[in-house]
């Protein structure tokens, strides 16, 4: 079990770049973002899996193609969209406030797994996780008052958020049962057919997008936008390459290592290290809510990890 705990804070720490990087692309849009990283997520992926690829490929029946569509769906490509749609048309305050109910979203989704912890044990732990999140969106509230969008925009945007949000949630539960489920396929192996499936649906949205709108892309429109498609390319390789190729096979391993109830614990450390990647960008120390709401968030991950490891029979036999 620790061994995933570990794996899903690395995965975290991977995950949390992804809120930087719209920063460097603000000239671009939430859909060509979302084909950037995952047409470069699926070519890294197929590198990797070289000559492996065609007989993994080879091993995959319907039900794994059905699954594979599904989660590269509503764990990347929509999830990915959504939520840029959300910070863009809501702001960031009302985004994060949103997505930040995803590890209270996905324990309750994860109450009737075998392994799960009761969720009267967890009441402690989830307060301290909802207290944190409460500090992390009074700051930002207090903060960030608005971004000059109009209401019936700001509806939208919240909309787009809670669709994100309801999209990983569907995806962190179903994956993780999946795999339990499905030992034929290895982490690693999952992982990249996963990223071959995303890039391959992010290559036809990206084609038929293009057919539509090529004159904002290769025209006199695009020239004048000031894009900059090294540094796209640039930026999406990095996200592509650390925070899905690497941090999906990572989030795999602890998916099959830990409980759903602790998996959505787990998601806490994505928004810790987003945390601390935009006061390093914006050259800041953080506020008092928000060193509280970190303080709070590790507490409650830590308190539920020590609950799992108490109730974890393996665990009690080793001791």
Not at 60 to 87: E, P, Q, W
Not at 150 to 171: E, Q
Not at 219 to 232: E, K, M, P, T
């Amino acid at each position: 079990m620790w061994q995933g705990v570990l794996c899903g804070l690395l995965a975290g720490a991977l995950w949390g770049m992804v809120f930087v990087a719209p920063v460097f692309l603000s000239h671009f849009t939430p859909l060509e973002m979302a084909c950037g990283r995952y047409i470069a997520y699926g070519l890294i992926a197929a590198v990797v899996m070289s000559t492996r690829l065609p007989p993994l490929l080879r091993r995959l029946d319907r039900t794994d193609l059905i699954a594979m569509v599904k989660h590269a769906l509503s764990g990347n490509i929509v999830y990915y969209m959504l939520l840029a749609l959300g910070v863009k048309f809501a702001g960031v305050a009302a985004t994060s406030l949103i997505i930040g109910v995803l590890p209270i979203s996905v324990t309750l989704m994860g109450q009737k797994d075998h392994g799960a912890v009761p969720l009267k044990q967890l009441a402690w732990p989830l307060l301290l996780v909802a207290a944190g999140i409460a500090c992390i969106n009074i700051d930002v509230f207090t903060h960030d008052v608005g971004n000059g969008m109009p209401l019936n925009h700001k509806l939208f945007g919240v909309l787009c958020a809670a669709g994100a949000l309801a999209c990983w949630t569907w995806y962190s539960v179903d994956n993780a049962r999946y795999l339990k489920r499905n030992p034929h396929f290895s982490s690693g192996e999952w992982s990249a057919l996963y990223g071959v499936s995303s890039g391959l649906i992010a290559l036809v949205i990206a084609l038929v997008a293009l057919a539509f709108f090529h004159g904002d892309v290769t025209g006199a429109a695009a020239v004048a936008s000031g894009r900059d498609w090294a540094l796209f390319w640039i930026v999406n390789g990095v996200i592509a390459l650390g925070a899905s190729a690497i941090g999906n096979h990572l989030w795999n391993i602890a998916s099959r290592k830990v409980p759903l109830t602790l998996s959505g614990q787990l998601i806490l450390f994505e928004t810790l290290f987003a945390l601390l990647y935009g006061f390093i960008y914006k050259q800041q120390f953080p506020r008092g809510l928000e060193i509280a709401a970190m303080l709070l968030l590790a507490a409650g991950v830590m308190w539920s990890v020590r609950i799992h490891a108490l109730d974890d029979p393996s665990a009690a036999h080793a001791n």
